[in-house]
């Protein structure tokens, strides 16, 4: 039984997994059209890498197990005490702003 219990915890792990992806791709197109809507005072795109890390940053594992299903919304989200985790647009705008170079380190904190 304990085998049985434990490849259903697998399953679900992996169709978690899976379910996160998708939402994580779904977001990347919502945060790409909102470039383009944003063509009046921008080029209207974000440089490959923002995308690229957008596409692959988990966001999941950065809020409560409360938000798990809100993780992939293009909003601001509670991470407790007070404090939020930004709306990926608005992340995905400041860092193309910025116009990192592969060498630059950032920490950002409360912007």
């Given amino acids: ?3 049985l219990i434990l490849g259903l915890c697998l399953i679900t792990g992996a169709a978690a997994a899976q379910d996160f992806a998708a939402l994580r791709a779904e977001l990347v ?10 063509r009046g005072t921008r080029a209207g795109t974000f440089s490959d890498s923002v995308i690229r890390s957008l596409s692959t940053v988990e966001r999941h594992k ?5 938000e798990l299903r809100s993780a992939y919304a293009n909003r601001p989200l509670p991470i407790g005490h007070g404090q939020t985790i930004s709306q990926p647009y608005i992340v995905a705008l400041m ?11 950032v920490l950002e904190v409360g912007t």
């Fill in 1 to 3: 039984m304990k085998v």
């Fill in 29 to 38: 197109e919502e945060v790409k059209y909102f470039a383009e809507l944003d």
């Fill in 62 to 66: 950065f809020v409560p197990q409360s």
């Fill in 95 to 105: 860092t193309d702003l910025i116009a990192l170079e592969e060498s630059d380190v």
